[in-house]
């Protein structure tokens, strides 16, 4: 069993930044991955960003690219997430997640996932 801990959300004012950091307590493979899903109120748990664990390959949904960062650093096994530019539309409680068998049909699909953290509220004021 692997628990991971996120950190760093909070309240910022539009166009403001925050940092988010997800530890796993156990090891993150190579063949793993690692993301950051969101959900806000009243609405579905979506997909944010994927990072791959053995080549640090990236993926974004189009409401972030371009403003948030996914990185890692393996030997803590503990991943990132950078958000600038924020909106109020970004306003959600976010979960990092680990999936053990990742493929990439299934690097968006929250149901994929063996592991989630507790999430985190980032809100964004207007």
């Known amino acids: 069993q692997v628990e991971l801990v996120e950190s760093g959300g909070g309240l910022v004012q539009a166009g403001g930044s925050l940092r988010l950091s997800c530890t796993a307590s156990?090891?993150?493979?190579?063949?793993?991955?690692m993301a950051w899903f969101r959900q806000a109120p009243g609405k579905e748990r979506e997909f944010v960003s994927v990072i791959r664990w053995s080549d640090g390959r990236t993926y974004y949904s189009d409401s972030v690219k371009g403003r948030f960062t996914i990185s890692k650093d393996s030997a803590k096994n503990t991943v990132y997430l950078q958000m600038n530019n924020l909106k109020p539309d970004d306003t959600a409680v976010y979960y990092c997640?680990?999936?053990?068998?990742?493929?990439?049909?299934?690097?968006?699909?929250?149901?994929?996932?063996?592991?989630w953290g507790q999430g985190t509220q980032v809100t964004v004021s207007s």
């Open positions: 156990g090891p993150v493979y190579r063949s793993n991955v």
């Open positions: 997640a680990l999936d053990r068998g990742a493929i990439l049909s299934t690097y968006r699909v929250a149901s994929a996932y063996d592991y």
